[in-house]
């Protein structure tokens, strides 16, 4: 049981770049989630599902995209990679439709020149 | 909106002193109401939560209380140890005004010193 692992630990970027953030997790869960941590910031939510099919926005969506085609998949995609995503990423699981009690993965660290 | 403030840090303490970080928050419905810890490194992990006014969450030493009336979830602990040492996060959930989300604090930074 891995429980929610996240590909790549570190990337870098160039403006301009694309790429794509893979989460996945092998608890069955229905609820998953992207959060951005930036200094003095906390996190942010960027998008969420509450189920294979079904994605929504968080508060900060803007510049990624995301899709749910199975239950343990989660990807989250840069369209077009600026400075000010240099962030940390991290996708979190969480056993019901809801945010209760989130299972985080170990993130990624993302640096866009 | 859903917000939550929890005290800026950071915060150094000697080993065995008594730690409080304080967190307050709004919220639109009802509430359930967490703290998260990430140790250096790693991801965040689920230290404690209350899902009701007057719970008390509880883990590891650590407590926290769910206070309604001063809108409050502040974390204690009694005797603090260098592993301690860790970012918390103070999170709510509002799943009473339909929201799948959770708010998040901005974290407090602890260092305990032998």
């Known amino acids: 049981n891995a429980g929610v692992t996240q590909t790549p630990k570190f990337q870098v970027l160039k403006t301009g770049q694309s790429m794509t953030l893979q989460c996945a997790q092998d608890?069955?869960?229905?609820?998953m989630s992207w959060y951005r941590q930036d200094p003095g910031m906390g996190l942010r939510l960027i998008h969420y599902?509450?189920?294979?099919?079904?994605?929504d926005q968080g508060e900060v969506p803007n510049g990624y995209n995301v899709s749910r085609s199975t239950t343990e998949d989660f990807p989250l995609r840069l369209l077009s990679a600026a400075p000010s995503q240099t962030s940390v990423y991290f996708c979190a699981s969480s056993p019901g439709l809801s945010a209760d009690t989130q299972y985080f993965g170990p993130g990624t660290r993302l640096t866009v020149l | 909106g859903n917000s939550v403030t929890q005290m800026e840090g950071p915060v150094t303490l000697s080993e065995e002193a008594f730690l409080t970080i304080n967190c307050t928050y709004t919220?639109?419905?009802?509430?359930?109401l967490f703290w998260y810890v990430q140790y250096p490194g790693e991801g965040l992990q689920l230290l404690l939560k209350a899902t009701k006014a007057d719970d008390k969450g509880s883990n590891k030493g650590f407590e926290a209380t769910y206070r309604k009336e001063t809108t409050s979830f502040h974390l204690e602990k009694g005797s603090v140890q260098v592993s301690d040492s860790a970012v918390y996060f103070c999170a709510l959930s509002d799943l009473g005004a339909g929201s799948y989300q959770l708010t998040f604090g901005k974290g407090t930074k602890l260092s305990v010193i032998p």
């Open positions: 599902s509450v189920g294979a099919g079904i994605t």
């Open positions: 919220a639109t419905g009802y509430p359930s």
């Open positions: 608890m069955n869960h229905e609820y």
